[in-house]
């Protein structure tokens, strides 16, 4: 699976937008571009994923460039309870030979602030 | 629908007592995960089970053992625990092929 990086933190204004980057210069034909977060003391939780169209669902965006090394996760109304590590994750989805193991790195800790 | 549920939430552990952790999950899922997280560190994978009665290792499985005799639950075993297995362990589940997994609330696990 190829690596990620991500800025260790970033701070954001309470009602702005969130724009989290997130590079993945190795990335392969096959792997999608996945977010996760995680909020103090609580299990990781699914955001979004994409392969190489931008996605949007209920909580967020995700903007994938047209070369797909890199890519940014939008939360467009950001409230104090988004604070949270949000990682950035590349990954190998279905086929018989995935195990479905994510591997999370440092990710981004966004503090968003009143 | 609970989800995926662990118990339990904390515990405190001598070094070379033994424990198992369980997990449950409602939703049908093929695949269960655990994880261990240890301080300003991300998640390591411990070990996996790809359907019931299978399991797997992951990045970091010493010390560990694990079973998955029914579908719905996957159990993590500590047999002599050490200071070193001090950690959050988390539990996983995703449906076979499936993209998101779905996590549990965590186990604080201290090894004195």
């Known amino acids: 699976d190829a690596k990620t990086t991500q800025p260790p933190s970033m701070d954001c204004a309470e009602g702005r937008a969130a724009n989290l980057p997130c590079n993945h210069s190795t990335i392969s034909g096959n792997e999608y571009v996945y977010w996760y977060r995680q909020i103090h003391s609580q299990g990781p939780q699914y955001i979004i994923h994409g392969l190489k169209n931008n996605e949007t669902n209920e909580m967020a965006s995700l903007i994938i460039t047209e070369d797909r090394k890199s890519s940014t996760l939008i939360l467009p109304h950001a409230t104090l309870r988004d604070t949270a590590v949000y990682y950035c994750?590349?990954?190998?989805?279905?086929?018989?030979?995935?195990?479905?193991?994510?591997?999370f790195g440092q990710g981004t800790t966004l503090q968003v602030k009143p | 629908n609970a989800g995926v549920t662990q118990t339990p939430k904390f515990r405190v552990l001598k070094t070379g007592q033994s424990m198992t952790l369980l997990c449950a999950q409602d939703?049908?899922?093929?695949?269960m995960y655990w994880y261990r997280q240890d301080p300003g560190m991300g998640l390591r994978l411990i070990h996996y089970?790809?359907?019931?009665?299978?399991?797997a290792k992951g990045e970091v499985p010493d010390g560990y053992n694990v079973s998955r005799l029914k579908k719905q639950n996957f159990l993590l075993g500590l047999e002599s625990a050490a200071p070193s297995q001090t950690s959050v362990y988390f539990c996983a589940s995703s449906p076979a092929w499936g993209n998101e997994q779905y996590f549990g609330p965590g186990t604080r696990l201290t090894v004195t």
């Open positions: 994750i590349v990954r190998v989805a279905g086929g018989s030979s995935n195990t479905g193991k994510l591997i």
């Open positions: 939703m049908n899922h093929e695949y």
């Open positions: 089970s790809v359907g019931e009665g299978t399991t």
